[in-house]
Nanobody
Framework: QVRLVESGGGLVQPGGSLRLSCVAS????????MGWHRQAPGKQRELVAT???????NYADSVKGRFTISRDNAKNTLYLQMNSLKPEDTAVYYC??????????????WGQGTQVTVSS
């Protein structure tokens, strides 16, 4: 069992930045993929960004060029650097782990989420 704990959310003005962290209870170097989803009130959960052990990254079109995902295996931590934030980025952000390749929509572990609010 892997426990994931997110942090770094908060209230930020439009155009501002935040860095989310997701600390795993064990070593992450063996995980096939890690990433972030978000869910805004009244909306479905949306895949935001993914990174794999091969070093590839993928982003939702809505965040390309503004968000950067990275992982630090030595610290067992996944990050999401969010720049040029917009009100529509407001959501609860969840990190996830995929230990091995799985069909789309299937994941092994989830964190509890961290709230990001973009508002003036």
């Amino acid at each position: 069992q892997v426990r994931l704990v997110e942090s770094g959310g908060g209230l930020v003005q439009p155009g501002g930045s935040l860095r989310l962290s997701c600390v795993a209870s064990g070593s992450i170097f063996r995980f096939y993929a890690m990433g972030w989803h978000r869910q805004a009130p009244g909306k479905q959960r949306e895949l935001v960004a993914t990174t794999t052990t091969g070093g590839s990254t993928n982003y939702a079109d809505s965040v390309k060029g503004r968000f950067t995902i990275s992982r630090d295996n030595a610290k067992n931590t996944l990050y999401l650097q969010m720049n040029s934030l917009k009100p529509e980025d407001t959501a609860v952000y969840y990190c996830y782990v995929m230990e091995v390749p799985r069909p789309p929509g299937e994941y092994d572990y989830w964190g509890q989420g961290t709230q990001v609010t973009v508002s003036s």
